[in-house]
């Protein structure tokens, strides 16, 4: 049986790290830390897809959209190994994104140790669609 490719979101989720509204802190710091590496020449980058924290099911719109995602070596592969689809090469977004994954990292590093009362508010709202992570 062959597994169905995994798509893009139509657009980045509401608690997208790379999406430019979304208050700094509600993922954890782990979480924030992978997503610079996919700033490095492609073939530096992870072979893993970066899948949607609201549904991982999903490819993230978000990681995508940021930069070309035809530079992206996990996208190449996915593609050509049938896990993703190939529209994943050509998806754009009008939403705002930050420039690249460090500049997401920093952004969503820099209240980490105490966030604001929205970031608390969308880290509620996180743990009720998905119980499964902490």
């Known amino acids: 049986m062959t597994e169905t490719p995994a798509r893009p979101r139509k657009s980045p989720c509401a608690t997208c790290p790379f999406r430019v509204n979304v208050p700094s802190g509600i993922w954890d710091a782990t979480e924030y830390e992978r997503l610079a590496a996919y700033d490095e020449e492609t073939y530096a980058q992870p072979t893993a897809a970066f899948m949607c924290h609201s549904g ?41 994104l930050h420039p690249s994954g460090r500049a997401a990292a920093e952004h969503g590093m820099a209240d980490i140790a105490a966030p604001s009362t929205k970031a608390l508010n969308a ?11 902490t």
């Open 123 to 133: 880290i509620r709202k996180i743990v009720q669609l998905r119980p499964d992570i």
């Open 56 to 96: 991982p099911s999903a490819v993230c719109a978000g990681w995508l959209g940021f930069g070309d995602p035809a530079d992206l070596l996990a996208v190449r592969l996915g593609i050509t190994l049938g896990t993703l689809e190939a529209t994943c090469a050509t998806y754009e977004t009008p939403v705002p």
